[in-house]
């Protein structure tokens, strides 16, 4: 044996890797691309520290942010048919309510509850975009409704906070219906001189956007939210012409006057103090 097939070879030890880090440790920048810490955006009301994106928001954090002192009551809501037209697409309409539920802990799109805001009565609903884009069925409409006949009944303000993507294609004309439903509710409201306030977040669109998301006495939205009807592109195709690069976004749409105000989050609940002390 000599000394070069006699030599043996030095060994590295194999170190292990930990790769189980969570999935929502990790916060991506839309809009500057940044990779932030979680914590560090849910400290900054998920709002980028860099760049002042605005994250969407989760409701039960929203709630406490504009309930005085985070002080509210959530409202039961109205049991309603469930896939009234037995809809089936790539999956059945009642598997995707179940999957929707399981991820968001909600029975529907929006939540409903009812505190002070400012020190005056208030009755607040909040869309939640992860319930199947925030669509608006027959469910989300008996709710606003409902928060509508409490505000009447109570004297309150009503405020809504709208993430969605329009009507909810799996009923069809039922979810159609909820446009005029949700209208009729709204009017009511102003014919008691109760005030409505709408704070519109990314994105609002379809029949939402063409019921009661613009009907507010005072329309606020998030900075860079997307507000329209149709998407940007079908409007590209439909007039063949090149849109401005930031069509439908909220600045542009205060620019063009369908809004009031575009609010950053840090600043949204001295403007509703300040917007109920005026109109209450």
């Known amino acids: 044996m000599n000394w070069i097939t006699g030599h043996k070879r030095a060994t590295v030890k194999k170190t292990h890797i930990h790769t189980d880090v969570p999935d929502d440790f990790w916060n991506r920048c839309p809009s500057c691309e940044t990779m932030l810490f979680h914590e560090e955006v849910e400290k900054a009301d998920?709002?980028?520290?860099?760049?002042g994106y605005h994250f969407r928001l989760p409701v039960v954090r929203r709630l406490k942010m504009i309930f005085d002192d985070s002080r509210y009551t959530l409202i039961q809501l109205p049991k309603v048919k469930e896939d009234p037209l037995h809809f089936s697409d790539l999956k059945k309409y009642t598997e995707r309510l179940k999957e929707s539920r399981k991820k968001t802990k909600a029975e529907d799109a929006i939540q409903v509850a009812h505190g002070k805001v400012g020190g005056k009565n208030a009755v607040v609903g909040v869309f939640n975009f992860d319930f199947m884009g925030g669509s608006m069925g027959t469910a989300v409409g008996e709710a606003i409704v409902m928060a509508a006949q409490l505000a009447l009944l109570q004297e309150a303000a009503l405020i809504l906070v709208p993430a969605s993507g329009g009507a909810r294609m799996q009923e069809g004309m039922l979810s159609l219906v909820?446009?005029?439903r949700t209208t009729i509710a709204v009017k009511k409201l102003k014919a008691k001189k109760l005030p409505y306030i709408v704070i519109l977040t990314n994105p609002t669109t379809g029949g939402?956007?063409?019921?009661f998301a613009m009907?507010?006495?005072?329309?606020?939205?998030?900075?860079?939210?997307?507000?329209?009807?149709?998407?940007?592109r079908v409007i590209e195709q439909t007039i063949h012409q090149k849109l401005p690069p930031d069509f439908q976004k909220a600045e542009y749409v205060l620019e063009h006057g369908m809004i009031d105000a575009v609010v950053i989050r840090s600043e949204l609940k001295q403007k509703l103090d300040q917007l109920l002390n005026l109109l209450m």
Do not use: N
């Open 208 to 211: 939402v956007t063409a019921s």
């Open 178 to 180: 909820q446009m005029a």
């Open 215 to 232: 009907l507010g006495d005072v329309t606020l939205a998030e900075p860079a939210a997307i507000i329209g009807f149709a998407g940007a």
């Open 46 to 51: 998920y709002v980028c520290p860099r760049c």
